[in-house]
Nanobody, 121 residues
């Protein structure tokens, strides 16, 4: 009922920047918190950043001061601006949305399929 599509991943040199986008589509009654997660090689999926519908943000310690999460509620889109990228940021980045579909009586978590970010010289 709700689909998420990520874009903006790619190859970047250490110290560079990328901006990821995630657009939600479908019959959405209400969108709540959105966020970004990542899974690096040989690692578990971890939280990167979240943002509430009102704009309150939360970041993993490893990305504080470097990454910025934002959203456009009119477009049901969340962004992740990644600055000062490090090789250890290399991972597949996944978008998540907490949303309630039209005609549904509860909210659900939805996940995108991921976009690869590679930080290498």
């Amino acid at each position: 009922q709700v689909q998420l599509v990520e874009s903006g991943g790619g190859l970047v040199q250490p110290g560079g920047s990328l901006r990821l986008s995630c657009a939600a589509s479908g019959s959405i009654f209400s969108m709540y918190a959105m966020g970004w997660y990542r899974q690096g090689p040989g690692k578990q999926r971890e939280l990167v950043a979240t943002i509430t519908s009102g704009g309150s943000t939360n970041y993993a310690d490893s990305v504080k001061g470097r990454f910025t999460i934002s959203r456009d509620n009119a477009k049901n889109t969340v962004y992740l601006l990644m600055n000062s990228l490090k090789p250890e940021d290399t991972a597949v980045y996944y978008c998540k949305a907490d949303a309630q579909p039209l005609l549904a009586v509860r909210r659900y978590d939805y996940w995108g399929q991921g976009t690869q970010v590679t930080v290498s010289s």
